[in-house]
């Protein structure tokens, strides 16, 4: 039994499934062709939620810097736990997404 790819989630399925055991992406109907511009579409959506959500990160750690420069809470209140936990929280998140958004360029062909 031969082996392809699924063009979604590229891993390693049955060339006669007719749908991805791993993601459910469904291959019945679909020419090789369909197959590639389906997964070029799916990077491209997979693409756009992360810039997306790393720019939503990069606001929350924004609004966390802000706060804390505006308002500059005595350390150790709750106000200032607060304000350092989300600026470190969007800050990992950014970063997370951005890490995510390269891994899904390098894949690209
Ligand atoms: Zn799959």
Known sequence: MAL???????KRVSSKATECPHCQFVFAGHSEQDLEREF???QQEKRDKL??????ALLIAIAGFVYL???QPMP????????????VAGLLW???NRVQL???KRKRK
């Not at 392809?4 to 590229?10: D, G, I, N, T």
């Not at 810039?51 to 939503?56: D, E, K």
């Not at 150790?76 to 600026?87: F, H, P």
Request: aromatic share 14%; proline share 3%.
């Open 51 to 56: 810039v997306s959500r790393s720019m939503l």
């Open 94 to 96: 950014f970063v997370v």
């Open 69 to 71: 420069f505006l308002q």
């Open 4 to 10: 392809a790819q699924c063009p979604s989630c590229r």
């Open 40 to 42: 070029i579409r799916i």
């Open 76 to 87: 150790e209140t709750w106000q200032y736990n607060v304000a350092v936990g989300v600026l």
């Open 102 to 104: 390269l891994f899904v």
